[in-house]
């Protein structure tokens, strides 16, 4: 009896491993077919500007966002510009100069944030802003292959307001073989976040208490 006993159980444990192991096998089997899908869905180039929205919105950490940013508000597809994660001491003068830009001509119309320091701070923060503007549309400015989990962050904690998209193409990102490891590493860290970002979604909302600067 003790030994049928026993055989009984060393069956179940095998066909316990053996269904652990294909749902191991289905889970990264779903993981590795959503990498290929995020990586197939970054956007290649920014889409031509052809409506204006209420505010740029623009996300610090890359090449090329600043300048975006400050050329859609100078040719008037943005009446103003909010920049989220500005290092404290950092002004809208010297942003400018930085960007090689007079401030003379577009000071009047920035907005800096300097609270966030992450993704999700970044939507809660510009979210304060937008709602002390008044606002109902923005231009989200960020690097293409971040532009997923940020529109999942900002949608989540501004869900009326409309947000169309102007990723930056970085060069250090190679989409055409993004299994080299360099770029490898950058995505698969971005995908796994934006995972979270979305198994998150449905949470409420907290809030943050932007620090904002104006000229």
Known sequence: MSIARHLGSARRLRRAGALFSLATIVLFGLWLT??????????????????AT?????????RGRLDAGLEIL????????FVSGVYRGVDVAALLRLSRRDPQNLQCCIALGYVASNTRENALETAGWIRQQGYRSL???TANYHMPRSLVEFQRVMPTIAISQFPIVSDNVDLAHWWR????????????????????SWLPPSSLTPQIATP
């Open 139 to 141: 231009r989200l400015v």
């Open 181 to 200: 490891p360099a770029t490898a590493r950058l995505l698969l860290s971005e995908y796994n976040k934006y995972l979270i970002a979305r198994s998150l």
């Open 74 to 81: 100078d040719t008037g597809y943005a009446r103003k510009l």
């Open 34 to 51: 959503g990498l290929r899908f995020f990586v197939a869905h970054i956007p290649q180039q920014p889409p031509p500007l052809t409506m």
């Open 54 to 62: 209420d505010a740029v919105v623009v996300l610090t950490g890359g």
